[in-house]
C-alpha cells in the first residue's frame, strides 16, 4: 500500500505577504468556509475562502497584517450520525494560529447543540464567547543552544512554568509567573548551580479550562488541555495576547540557551481541550469532528483512550501532518530541543484504533531532518486497550520508566521482597529496554513529577488530601507507595523531620546514581510540599507554586543533591552508555585486569551469592561498577538498623573513599579506608565510595603479592 500524497501543508493558518495575509485552512468536508476579521471594536467582517482539490480553503486579505485577529465560520451538513457537526454559528479556531486571544466563556453559547441534547444543532451565535486567533509576523528564531548534550549527560529538570517563578523574590514582581521570569538571571543561575542541564516545561501550548473545572471556580493549571498545537501559551505573556507570547517564548528559549541549558517542552498531541461531542465546539470539531477526532463506529461519539473526551485522530494523514508541522515548528522557529509526549500511545493507534509501533508517526519523526539531535520521551501509554507500552518504542525514544517509579518508593519504604529489582532498576532497567538500538538512557528515571506527590510529600503522607480540588477527595490516585514515617502531614518532630529529609536524599540519590536519565520534578530537591495534595492540576495557587523561603535544613538538602549531580556529570562510569553484564575489564592493550563493569556486593564476602540474591530480608545491596581507570562502590540500605560491612579486598580495589552520601556525617567514617575495613553502614543511607583501583596487570600482581594471601577475594 503506498503512503497517501499530503497537500502543500504551508499555506495553512495566517501567512504574512507582501500585500496582506493569506489564510488557509484544510476542511475537506465543508460546504462552504467564511475567514472572519475581527477589528479592535470587535466588530466583525466575513470574507468568503475558496477550496482547492485538497480540501484546503484558502483566501488573501490585503492591507491586513500582524495582530489581526480572525476566526472561520465552517458551512456543512449537520448529521452527527455521520461524524458531521457543521455549525456556522460557531466562530473557530485556526488549528494553525500562531497565536491566541481571549478566553472561553463558559456560560455562553459554546456547544454547538442545544444544553442537554448533543444531536440537536444550536443556532445561537459563539463570537464573544470564544477565543480568536491571531496573526503573527514572522521573526528570527532564538539562539540556538551551543551543544545539545547527549541523553548520557543530561539532568532533566520537570518543572511548571508559571508555577515556578511565581513566588522567585529575586525574579521582578511584573515578570514572575511569565516566559521571561523563566528567563531570569537569579533563575537561570539557581539551575546551573543545581546541575540542570534542560528544563521540561509542563504544556505551554495554548490551553483552557473544562467547564467542569471552571464551574467550581477553579482553572486547568497544569496545562494538559491543548486548544492551540502552534500557540504558546497567552497567560504565559508579560503583556497583551496579540502576538508578543510568541516573542517573550523566543526570549526565553534564547537565555536558557546562552546558558547551556536546553528547552524540552511537555506536548499533548493526544487531544484538546473541546473535549467529548458534548463539551464546547471551539476548533477542530466544528472544521470536520470525523477527520480530526477518533469517533466510535456509529460515527456519533468520540472514541477516548485519554480519558478527557476526545482522542485526536492521527491515523489520519492530514491530522498526524498537522502534529508533525507543529513539531517542526517549535524546534525550527521556536528552538527547542526536545519533546515529552504525554499519553504517546494515542498518536501510535492506527484506522481501527489498535496500538502499532510501526505507525507512520514514528517513521516519519525518524526520517526528517529537522528532528536530529532532538530528544524524544514518550509517555508510553494510554488508558485504551493495550495501551501500556513501556519499553516497547525502539531506537531513539526514550520513555517514562514507571517500573523504575514503583519499585525505588517500595524499597525505601521498606515494601519490597530482596534486592534483585533493585539491581535490576539501578542497572538501566535492561529487562524493559535491553534491545537493539536502545541504551540505559532509554529509561527515564523518575520517582516523582507533576502527577502525585512531591518528594517531601512521599515521605510525609499516607493517603491523598485533595479536598481543595472540590471532589470531595475522590479525583487522584490512591496507589502512591508512600509512608508517612509514623505521623501524617507536618509536624514539629525534630528527628521524624530529619529522617524524612534522610528519605528524600536516598530517594533523590537513587534515580541520579542509576544508570539512565533522571527526572526532577521542581522543587523537590528543597523540600517543596503541597500539603499531601496529588493531583493538583486545578491549584493555580501558592499550594502549587514553588515557595522560595527555604529553611536552612531544606537548603542543606540541596546542597548534597547539586553535590550529587556534580559527582555524576564528572564520572562518566557512574553514567553508562551500555547496558553492564559482568564483563571484564580489559586495559587498551588488552590485559585482564580481574574486575568487571558491573557486579554486586553483599558486604560481607564480596560478590552477592545465590543465596543473598535469594534472601527476602536483605534490604543492603552494593553496586560496584569500574573502567580500566577507576571504581566506585555505592551502597544502599534501606534497613532500619545499620549494617556492619567489609569492604571487598583485590582485585575489586586497594582503597576506598567515601565521597557522598545521605547519613549524618558522625556516622562514618574519613580519609581513604584499606581494604577488608570494617564500617558500620548507617540505616536508611546511601553512601558512594570512590575506589582506588590498579590501571596494570603489572600494578595488580604487585599489590596482589603484597597482600596477605587471606586477604585476596578468591570468589573474583
Not at 368 to 379: C, L, S, T, V, Y
Not at 401 to 419: E, K, L, P, S, T
Request: proline share 7%; charged share 20%.
Amino acid at each position: 500500500m503506498t503512503a497517501p500524497t499530503i497537500p502543500d501543508t504551508s499555506v495553512l493558518g495566517a501567512r504574512i505577504t507582501a500585500t496582506g495575509v493569506r489564510f488557509g485552512l484544510w476542511a475537506p468536508r465543508a460546504e462552504r468556509v467564511e475567514l472572519a476579521l475581527i477589528d479592535p471594536l470587535n466588530r466583525q467582517h466575513n470574507v468568503e475562502m475558496t477550496m482547492d482539490e485538497d480540501g484546503i480553503w484558502t483566501v488573501e486579505v490585503p492591507e491586513t497584517g500582524p495582530e489581526q485577529h480572525y476566526g472561520f465560520r465552517v458551512h456543512g451538513e449537520w448529521d452527527p450520525s455521520s461524524g458531521s457537526r457543521f455549525n456556522p454559528a460557531r466562530l473557530l479556531l485556526d488549528p494553525y494560529a500562531k497565536a491566541i486571544s481571549g478566553g472561553v466563556d463558559f456560560r455562553g453559547p459554546i456547544l454547538d447543540h442545544v444544553p442537554g441534547d448533543p444531536f440537536t444543532k444550536s443556532s445561537t451565535d459563539s463570537f464573544g464567547a470564544v477565543p480568536l486567533s491571531v496573526v503573527v509576523a514572522d521573526s528570527p528564531p532564538p539562539t540556538p543552544i551551543a551543544r545539545r548534550r547527549p541523553m548520557s549527560e543530561t539532568i532533566i529538570y520537570e518543572t511548571h512554568l508559571r508555577g515556578y517563578t511565581k513566588l522567585h523574590p529575586l525574579v521582578p514582581e511584573h515578570l514572575r509567573g511569565s516566559y521571561l521570569g523563566m528567563a531570569d538571571p537569579a533563575v537561570i543561575d539557581y539551575l546551573l548551580r543545581l546541575g540542570v542541564t534542560a528544563v521540561e516545561l509542563l504544556p505551554v501550548h495554548h490551553f483552557v479550562s473544562e467547564p467542569f473545572v471552571a464551574f467550581k471556580g477553579l482553572r486547568n493549571y497544569w496545562g494538559y488541555n491543548s486548544l492551540g498545537f502552534f500557540a504558546p501559551h497567552a497567560y504565559y505573556a508579560t503583556r497583551g495576547t496579540v502576538g508578543n507570547q510568541v516573542a517573550d517564548f523566543k526570549i526565553m528559549v534564547s537565555r536558557l540557551h546562552e546558558a547551556g541549558i536546553e528547552v524540552i517542552l511537555d506536548v499533548v498531541y493526544n487531544h484538546t481541550g473541546e473535549g467529548g461531542h458534548e463539551g464546547p465546539t471551539l476548533s477542530m470539531r466544528g472544521i470536520d469532528h470525523l477527520s480530526y477526532y477518533r469517533l466510535t463506529n456509529d460515527k456519533r461519539d468520540d472514541y477516548d483512550v485519554t480519558g478527557c473526551g476526545n482522542s485526536v485522530n492521527t491515523a489520519h494523514p492530514m491530522v498526524l501532518q498537522m502534529v508533525l508541522d507543529s513539531m517542526r515548528y517549535w524546534v525550527q522557529d521556536m528552538g527547542v530541543d526536545g519533546f515529552r509526549f504525554d499519553l504517546a500511545t494515542t498518536l501510535i493507534r492506527d484506522e481501527h484504533h489498535h496500538v502499532d509501533q510501526n505507525h507512520a508517526f514514528k517513521s516519519l519523526v525518524a526520517a526528517d531532518p529537522a528532528f536530529d539531535g532532538i530528544k524524544m520521551i514518550a509517555e508510553p501509554w494510554d488508558i485504551g486497550p493495550y495501551g501500556y507500552q513501556v519499553g516497547a518504542w525502539g531506537p531513539g525514544w526514550h520513555e517514562w520508566n514507571d517500573r523504575f517509579r514503583d519499585h525505588i518508593r517500595d524499597y525505601w519504604r521498606g515494601a519490597v521482597h530482596g534486592v534483585q529489582e533493585l539491581a535490576t532498576r539501578l542497572a538501566g532497567s535492561p529487562d524493559i529496554f535491553d534491545a537493539p538500538g536502545r541504551s540505559p538512557q532509554s529509561s527515564i528515571n523518575f520517582i516523582t513529577a507533576h502527577d502525585g506527590f512531591t518528594m517531601r510529600d512521599l515521605v510525609s503522607y499516607d493517603v491523598k488530601h485533595n479536598l481543595d480540588n472540590g471532589e470531595a477527595n475522590r479525583d487522584g490516585s490512591d496507589n502512591n507507595r508512600s509512608w508517612n514515617h509514623g505521623w501524617e502531614g507536618d509536624t514539629e518532630d525534630p528527628e521524624l523531620n530529619a529522617l524524612r529529609r534522610r528519605q528524600v536524599l536516598n530517594l533523590m540519590a537513587t534515580q541520579i546514581l542509576a544508570a539512565g536519565t533522571p527526572m526532577i520534578t521542581a522543587g523537590d530537591e528543597f523540600g517543596r510540599t503541597q500539603k499531601g495534595n496529588n493531583n493538583a492540576y486545578c491549584q493555580d495557587s501558592p499550594l502549587s507554586w514553588v515557595n522560595w523561603d527555604v529553611p536552612p535544613e531544606w537548603q542543606r538538602v540541596q546542597t548534597r543533591i547539586a553535590d550529587l549531580i556534580a559527582l555524576r556529570q564528572t564520572h562518566a562510569i557512574l553514567r553508562p552508555t551500555d547496558f553492564a553484564y559482568h564483563a571484564e575489564v580489559l586495559t587498551e592493550h588488552g590485559e585482564n585486569l580481574q574486575r568487571v563493569d558491573l557486579t554486586w556486593m553483599d558486604g560481607r564476602f564480596g560478590e552477592m551469592s545465590t543465596d543473598a540474591w535469594h534472601d527476602g530480608g536483605r534490604r543492603l545491596l552494593g553496586m560496584y561498577v569500574s573502567d580500566e581507570r577507576e571504581a566506585f562502590l555505592t551502597w544502599f540500605n534501606s534497613g532500619a538498623e545499620p549494617v556492619p560491612l567489609v569492604l571487598p579486598t583485590l582485585p575489586w580495589g586497594f582503597g576506598y573513599e567515601i565521597v557522598w552520601h545521605s547519613a549524618d556525617d558522625d556516622e562514618l567514617p574519613d580519609g581513604v579506608l584499606p581494604a577488608l575495613a570494617e564500617i558500620q553502614m548507617p540505616a536508611r543511607a546511601v553512601v558512594v565510595m570512590r575506589v582506588d583501583v590498579p590501571t596494570s596487570s603489572k600494578e595488580l600482581m604487585a599489590l596482589m603479592a603484597e597482600a596477605e594471601p587471606s586477604s585476596i577475594d578468591l570468589l573474583s
